[in-house]
């Protein structure tokens, strides 16, 4: 893996002597094939691929061919943050290989923060039960100190509230990831196993109803790898 500045893994492009030389490691071993280099963007740094980094992608991978003598036939340019390039026509020609995941899942184009045409942004639905509902303050009541995060959260006095809790908490997904399905429904916030909506606004909702989101990626990422929470797969 070659690091083009977004400072996640890789050896760094400008350390040419270090690529040199993990290449010919990987050369002498008879039991490894240098089949391919890669980088990826975006997803630490930010970094959006471009003609120019992703063309310095291209140029490591001719010295390495050049160098070993090997084809190195797969020239990896990165994740979801290329398709917007890749739509445009100015991914360089010697890139052959993207690793697609948001994109298809998700249907986003990473770097433009937006739902792909012809793909669904809502093809995961997470679904969590009401436990609890009832009409409370907006503000907690009290002196305020730390929440189990070592958080101080401030609160906007909206009046009384129908306030929902629902069971599935931070430590199973990304509260500010969630979009409720009924846009009526708005998130106030989590603690660690407890999702808290204000269905004041809302058709009336009981103890036992379920709730649907919509998922971004950082929310879906926690739920899948969460064991509290079962994946079913419809076709």
Do not use: W
Not at 35 to 40: L, V
Not at 85 to 96: E, F, I, Q, S, Y
Not at 161 to 186: F, H, N, S, Y
Request: hydrophobic share 35%; aromatic share 6%; charged share 25%.
């Amino acid at each position: 893996m070659i690091d083009l500045g977004d400072l996640r893994e890789g050896l760094l492009f400008l350390n040419r002597g270090q690529i040199y030389a993990a290449a010919d490691a990987a050369d002498a071993e008879p039991g490894i094939e240098l089949y391919g280099i890669g980088t990826n963007l975006t997803c630490y740094g930010a970094i959006i691929p471009d003609e120019t980094n992703l063309g310095v992608l291209c140029d490591i991978a001719d010295e390495l061919r050049l160098r070993t003598g090997l084809p190195i036939p797969i020239v990896s340019g990165g994740n979801s943050s290329s398709i917007g390039l890749l739509k445009r026509g100015l991914v360089p020609d010697c890139v052959n290989h993207l690793r697609l995941g948001e994109s298809i899942l998700l249907g986003n184009d990473t770097a433009a923060c937006r739902v792909l045409n012809g793909l669904y942004g809502d093809a995961f639905t997470l679904s969590t039960q009401l436990i609890e509902v009832q009409r409370k303050p907006s503000v907690p009541i009290g002196e305020s100190g730390a929440n189990a995060f070592g958080e101080h959260p401030t609160f906007e006095s909206r009046g009384e509230q129908i306030r929902g809790i629902c069971k599935i908490g931070r430590q199973d997904t990304v509260a500010d990831g969630l979009t409720p399905r009924d846009e009526q429904v708005k998130i106030i916030g989590a603690s660690s196993d407890h999702l808290i909506v204000d269905l004041t606004r809302a058709k009336p909702y009981r103890v036992g109803d379920v709730l649907d989101f919509t998922p971004d990626y950082g929310a879906l990422l926690r739920a899948y790898t969460s064991p509290y929470v079962k994946r079913t797969y419809i076709e």
